[in-house]
């Protein structure tokens, strides 16, 4: 039974009480992180929206679930339960857990990359870019220009840009391209989806030259939300069908359980080779655990197959999506610059128009992630030019088109009532915009800088 509204499909067990802060508290607390929201105390937050990342509620079920762990530290139970999930919602032969999605990401990268390989993407993603540069591949963006447009409409912002794909395999030759990594909800892009025919049309073009598709499906759930809402044909799909058939056009993936899957840790390397299966499931015992726990407990793996059936379910996406669009509704109309459209998973303000008087290297979007901190308790983060790091060749900072603060929503967790005081904030900063001062980076870690660096104030 589908109603107007988008209210959720769940009632509240138990709560969480939140400490309020003064503005001197939050000016305090602010220093002492080097203005970087990632170095701040949870205690000192009143709406968390620095990642969906592992924050979102789990239910009942689930935590029901966590009583049934088997801690056993070979063919646990509760691995068996997860492998029937994957293989019922995703389709993909063989799976291995692993402790998060980066874990699946490092053990992809080593048994597919050689030195010298390129690994197209749309879009990149901070770890996962990563481990293809430590495994000796070079990574290539090939979404469509759209994508880099904050501003362009375009409903599937997701989508693979095949012409650039073709223009890599006339350079660098098809046998150089073990994988393309194809993203569902691209992160970096403001949450934008990638359309079914983009897909089938890469899959064929793909089948061609011999190259792989590797599905980051992180917030593939989502993803099927937009699909069922946008694309042609899907209307009466379930979002269950949709996210199979998604996974149906590619040959393996990487999971990072800690959004879609409603845990709070966990993630898996899904594959269909069962060569490549076997090289990893090696692998996966040097760097996480044997190949049924993967650096999982029991009850972790058994949380995360409940929460995999769950977050397939139709009511759940279009209550978890309908608050992000809600949220995302309310800016549009204070005629805040956000990306649009709306995103999956949160939405993402462009710092370079709220900021127009900052230069890029000022780091806009860190310094309004301070702001919107300081003046209410509620902490973004930054995703530009801190978090697209360096060229490793050249030693340059990357100069990435978008520069965006990301609000994202945690699943399950904060009500309508949150959303009001979120945009309430925002609105009295943008009030205040002229006023609001760069920074300067004045600590740098050498990988993944945007979790770590220090900045001050110009
Ligand atoms: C979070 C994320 C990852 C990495 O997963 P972790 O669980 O954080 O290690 C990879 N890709 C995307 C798109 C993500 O959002």
Partial sequence: MIHHSWAEPFKIKMVELLKMTTPAQRKKALQNAGYNTFLLKSEDVYIDLLTDSGTSAMSDQQWAGMMLGDEAYAGSKNFYNLEAAVKKYYGYKYVIPTHQGRGAENILSQIMIKKGDVIPGNMYFTTTRLHQELAGGVFYDVIIDEAHDSSNLF?????????????LVKKFGAKKIPYICVATTVNMAGGQPISLGNLKDLRNYTNKHGIKIILDMTRVAENAFFIQQREEGYKRKSIASIVKEICSYTDGATFSAKKDALVNIGGFLALNDKNKYEEASNLVVV?????????????DMEAMAIGIGESVNDNHIRARIGQVLYLGKKLNDLKIPIVNPIGGHGIFIDAKKFLPHLKQIQFPAQALAAEIYEDSGVRTMERGIVSAGRNSKTGDHYYPELELVRLTIPRRVYTQAHMDVIAESIESVYAKRDKIKGLEMIYEPAYLRFFQAKFKKL
């Fill in 155 to 167: 409903p599937f912002k997701g989508n693979v840009d095949i012409g650039k794909l073709e223009r």
């Fill in 287 to 299: 760097y996480e655990g044997l190949h049924t726990y993967g650096g999982l407990a029991g009850r």
